[in-house]
Structures are given as structure tokens and as C-alpha cells.
């Protein structure tokens, strides 16, 4: 006996294939007189084929949904946010994105840091940022710190 597969011996999975329905063919065999269309009406005759979506008459499920508005760039860049005040809080020499998310004041998937001018700061920081605002740097370098872009 040979153990090579030949086209014979494939065959498809038990149960996965029917028999064709066998419809107009007399009344014993379930599939007679109407041949499965019902009575009288649009579905039972020839060539009727419904609108891709008709759900026979009933509000279709696409207009059951409100609309969606706008959309979700998923290329844009997470970008942490810090204003000058709060840089005044924290107690650090040096201000990146690496440092705030060690202590937890951006979230960890932020890609870039920028820096806004809200408040005021009177201490020195060296702040590294992707975006520092022009009135930030002013204040910031005008409190003795420094603002290096990466």
C-alpha cells in the first residue's frame, strides 16, 4: 500500500458541504408549488433583487447609527504640555520630557515636550524641549535659566 496522497483520496470535511436545493420539484419534496418564494408579490417573481441595505422596508441599521464627526489623526505626534508655573513647582535643575515622565507630570506616551508661558518663574531651570513658546523662553531666560530645543 502506497503512502502518497493522490486527487482521490481528497475529499472535503464531513458535514462541511450540502446537497443544491432542488426547488420546483413537486410537493413531497418540501421545496414545491412556490419553490420557497411565498405567495404573491414583488419577491416572488423573476429578477428581483433588493437595494444592498434594504432591510425590507424597516429603518436600516446604517441610518439607526448617528453620524460620525471629525476623525482621529493616528500620524500625530503626542506632544506633553508644561506651563512656566509649573516648572516653578517642581524641584529640578533640569526640565525634559525624560525627567517629567520619570516624575510622572506628562503621560509616558508623549513623544515631544512644549513649554507654554503661563505664570511667572523665578528660579533657574535648563529646560529641553521640542517647542518652547516665545514668552516662555523670555521668561525662563529672564529668571537665569536656559531653553535648549531637541
Do not use: W
Request: contains cysteine; proline residues 3%; charged residues 30%.
Amino acid at each position: 500500500m502506497s503512502d502518497t496522497i493522490t486527487l482521490e483520496d481528497l475529499k472535503p470535511a464531513k458535514g462541511s458541504t450540502r446537497d443544491s436545493k432542488r426547488v420546483g420539484r413537486g410537493r413531497s419534496s418540501g421545496h414545491g408549488k412556490t419553490s420557497c418564494r411565498g405567495h404573491n408579490g414583488e419577491g416572488q417573481r423573476s429578477g428581483r433583487t433588493a437595494k444592498r441595505g434594504f432591510e425590507g422596508g424597516q429603518m436600516p441599521g446604517y441610518r439607526q447609527l448617528p453620524k460620525l464627526k471629525g476623525f482621529k489623526n493616528i500620524l500625530a505626534i503626542k506632544q506633553g504640555q508644561i506651563n512656566v508655573k509649573d516648572l516653578q513647582a517642581l524641584d529640578l535643575e533640569e526640565v525634559s520630557l525624560e525627567t517629567l515622565q520619570a516624575i510622572r507630570k506628562i503621560h509616558p506616551s508623549c513623544e515631544q515636550l512644549r513649554v507654554l508661558g503661563n505664570g511667572e518663574i523665578t528660579k533657574a531651570v535648563t529646560v529641553k524641549a521640542a517647542y518652547v513658546t516665545p514668552s516662555a523662553k523670555e521668561k525662563i531666560e529672564k529668571a537665569g535659566g536656559k531653553v535648549e530645543l531637541v
